[in-house]
């Protein structure tokens, strides 16, 4: 090899590095473009209300009242309520007030009205 | 022999202490029991007094909500009509009267909340002491953990408009920077502001109500009917604050697109937002 493919050489392998560090610094620059219908967050609710947990007899009772046990875990309206978009923009406010389904807020109703009949 | 007797003797005192402790049990005990059960009574009663004071306080915050919200409704509207001819320093004063109202209302709110959150403490320590029948404790528990989960869906549904409000909020902030005549929807915030504080007024009255299941003081179907009259009164309030916030939207649209038209904007700020009228 002689010395002037050598120095080609090193110049072909100078240029595609230093054209690849560009590459990646300017990726780096570019404004990340919002996406506003994928970006959600979830509203925090305060945790002031504490059930009474039941034992195993009262559930026990429960049951042999013909009641069922009262439901745990997350609640799915409750979550959906909750979930709102990140975007300012009108459009996404917009899009969460129309997505805000307020049917079955008061599911339980009927239920509180069965178990406290009679007592 | 000898060591017989010497078993014989230490038997003796062993049983002279036996007895002896016996007899020092017999008088001890009662004492002791006397003392607990003083103890007992006088922590009832201490409970009961805090129980009292705390359901006086919250009659008071109550009543204090009730007037100034209706104070509040009433002044809110008189003095919105003249918003949109009044000055801009005019609009900002009426703006500051109104927010120092509504803060009254809010300091009312959080203070049931607080005297609520204290309640809550004592209802959980007397309540299976309170309802001794399992069969009835079961169905009130049941109950009561399906009311608080009702108002848990309620809760999110106001503080996801509360959200909502507060970007409307800023936008509005934004378009009185770049110096566009925002006077036609800073009254619609305000009303949506108040609808809000109302609705929260209402969660604190629909938590309330609950919790009395577990107090055993007032009649189990009395809080079921009271239970259903405010979910109703709440839901009606959400669902106006759901329009008042659509009639923002629209209003904020309106505004922003001339600036639209006039600037060459991303294609996500230029689209129109529609909402939704039916329900």
Same mark, same amino acid.
């Given at each position: 090899?002689?010395?002037?493919?050598?120095?080609?050489?090193?110049?072909? &392998?100078? &240029?595609?590095?230093?054209?690849?560090?560009?590459?990646?610094?300017?990726?780096?620059?570019?404004?990340?473009?919002?996406?506003?219908? %994928?970006?959600?967050?979830?509203?925090?609710?305060?945790?002031?209300?504490?059930?009474?947990?039941?034992?195993?007899?009262?559930?026990?009772?429960?049951? %042999?009242?013909?009641?069922?046990?009262?439901?745990?875990?997350?609640?799915?309206?409750?979550?959906?309520?909750?979930?709102?978009?990140?975007?300012?923009?009108?459009?996404?406010?917009?899009?969460?007030?129309?997505?805000?389904?307020?049917?079955?807020?008061?599911?339980?109703?009927?239920?509180?009205?069965?178990?406290?009949?009679?007592? | 022999?000898?060591?017989?007797?010497?078993?014989?003797?230490?038997?003796?005192?062993?049983?002279?202490?036996?007895?002896?402790?016996?007899?020092?049990?017999?008088?001890?005990?009662?004492?002791?029991?006397?003392?607990?059960?003083?103890?007992? $009574?006088?922590?009832?009663?201490?409970?009961?007094?805090? @129980?009292?004071?705390?359901?006086?306080?919250?009659?008071?915050?109550?009543?204090?909500? @009730?007037?100034?919200?209706?104070?509040?409704?009433?002044?809110?509207?008189?003095?919105?009509?003249? *918003?949109?001819?009044?000055?801009?320093?005019?609009?900002?004063?009426?703006?500051?009267?109104?927010?120092?109202?509504? @803060?009254?209302?809010?300091?009312?709110?959080?203070?049931?909340?607080?005297?609520? $959150?204290?309640?809550?403490?004592?209802?959980?320590?007397?309540?299976?002491?309170?309802?001794?029948?399992?069969?009835?404790? +079961?169905?009130?528990?049941? +109950?009561?953990?399906?009311?608080? !989960?009702?108002?848990?869906? *309620?809760?999110?549904?106001?503080?996801?408009?509360?959200?909502?409000?507060?970007?409307?909020? #800023?936008?509005?902030?934004?378009? @009185?920077? !770049?110096?566009?005549?925002?006077?036609?929807?800073?009254?619609?915030?305000?009303?949506?502001?108040?609808?809000?504080? +109302?609705?929260?007024?209402?969660?604190?009255?629909?938590?309330?109500? *609950?919790?009395?299941?577990?107090?055993?003081?007032?009649?189990?179907?009395?809080? +079921?009917?009271?239970?259903?009259?405010?979910?109703?009164?709440?839901?009606?309030?959400?669902? $106006?604050?759901?329009?008042?916030?659509?009639?923002?939207?629209?209003?904020?649209?309106?505004?922003?697109?001339?600036?639209?038209?006039?600037? #060459?904007?991303?294609?996500?700020?230029?689209?129109?937002?529609?909402?939704?009228?039916?329900?």
């Amino acid at each position: 090899m002689d010395r002037n493919t050598l120095i080609i050489a090193v110049a072909i &392998i100078v &240029i595609v590095l230093a054209t690849g560090v560009l590459y990646f610094l300017m990726k780096e620059e570019q404004p990340i473009t919002p996406i506003v219908s %994928d970006q959600k967050i979830r509203l925090a609710q305060e945790q002031d209300l504490t059930f009474v947990e039941l034992t195993e007899e009262e559930k026990q009772a429960l049951k %042999d009242q013909g009641f069922d046990a009262p439901p745990s875990g997350e609640d799915s309206k409750t979550k959906s309520l909750q979930l709102v978009n990140t975007s300012d923009e009108v459009a996404a406010i917009a899009a969460d007030i129309n997505a805000t389904d307020l049917s079955g807020l008061d599911a339980e109703l009927a239920e509180i009205d069965k178990l406290l009949s009679g007592l | 022999m000898k060591t017989m007797r010497r078993q014989i003797f230490i038997a003796i005192v062993l049983g002279a202490l036996l007895v002896a402790g016996f007899a020092f049990a017999q008088t001890t005990t009662p004492s002791t029991a006397t003392s607990t059960r003083d103890q007992l $009574k006088l922590r009832a009663q201490e409970l009961n007094q805090l @129980k009292t004071q705390l359901r006086q306080e919250r009659t008071e915050i109550f009543q204090d909500i @009730k007037k100034e919200r209706t104070t509040l409704r009433t002044e809110v509207k008189t003095m919105l009509q003249n *918003y949109a001819s009044s000055s801009l320093e005019e609009r900002q004063e009426i703006r500051e009267q109104i927010k120092n109202q509504r @803060k009254e209302v809010k300091e009312n709110i959080l203070a049931l909340r607080q005297n609520l $959150k204290e309640n809550a403490k004592l209802l959980r320590e007397n309540f299976r002491e309170k309802f001794q029948n399992v069969k009835q404790r +079961a169905r009130i528990a049941a +109950a009561h953990g399906r009311g608080l !989960r009702m108002i848990n869906r *309620y809760r999110a549904a106001v503080q996801r408009f509360s959200h909502i409000l507060g970007k409307l909020e #800023s936008r509005v902030e934004k378009l @009185k920077d !770049r110096g566009v005549d925002v006077s036609s929807v800073e009254p619609l915030i305000e009303e949506a502001h108040d609808m809000e504080t +109302a609705a929260e007024a209402k969660l604190e009255e629909f938590k309330d109500n *609950y919790e009395k299941l577990l107090s055993g003081e007032q009649k189990v179907s009395e809080i +079921a009917g009271k239970g259903k009259t405010i979910a109703k009164e709440l839901k009606e309030e959400i669902v $106006k604050l759901h329009d008042k916030l659509k009639e923002i939207v629209r209003a904020i649209a309106a505004l922003e697109r001339p600036l639209e038209t006039s600037t #060459s904007t991303p294609s996500s700020e230029t689209t129109t937002p529609e909402t939704e009228d039916n329900e």
